[in-house]
């Protein structure tokens, strides 16, 4: 069992920056792939970034591709997602997700956890 929780969401300025944090509690979030993703309203989630259980693998969307590094630190059981020269597109509810296995996936239906999720907000 694995609890999550974001944070870090807010209002930004085109351009600007943001840091997500993920929290996880439970003792299995090292041996897990983890994943960040994204709905805006109206909108289907979608896959923004994935990392796998050791951090050696990362994989991105095409949209945030220069601009998000994901990232993670197993000693404190948190996710990152650091957000650069962000666009008003990017204006969504941010969730992070954990899957059992150790690889990366783009679907959500392959996580088995998920955060209650953190609002990103950026402006024109």
């Known amino acids: 069992q694995v609890q999550l929780v974001e944070s870090g969401g807010g209002l930004v300025q085109a351009g600007g920056s943001l840091r997500l944090s993920c929290a996880a509690s439970?003792?299995?979030?090292?041996?897990?792939?983890m994943g960040w993703f994204r709905q805006a309203p109206g909108k289907e989630r979608e896959f923004v970034a994935g990392?796998?259980?050791?951090?050696?693998?990362?994989a991105y969307a095409d949209s945030v591709k220069g601009r998000f590094t994901v990232s993670r630190d197993n000693a404190k059981n948190t996710l990152y997602l650091q957000m650069n020269s962000l666009k008003p597109e990017d204006t969504a509810a941010y969730y992070c997700?954990?899957?059992?296995?150790?690889?990366?996936?783009?679907?959500?239906?392959?996580?088995?956890?998920w955060g209650q999720g953190t609002q990103v907000t950026v402006s024109s």
């Open positions: 997700a954990a899957r059992t296995l150790s690889t990366i996936q783009s679907r959500s239906s392959a996580y088995d956890y």
């Open positions: 439970g003792r299995t979030f090292s041996s897990s792939a």
């Open positions: 990392i796998s259980r050791s951090g050696g693998s990362t």
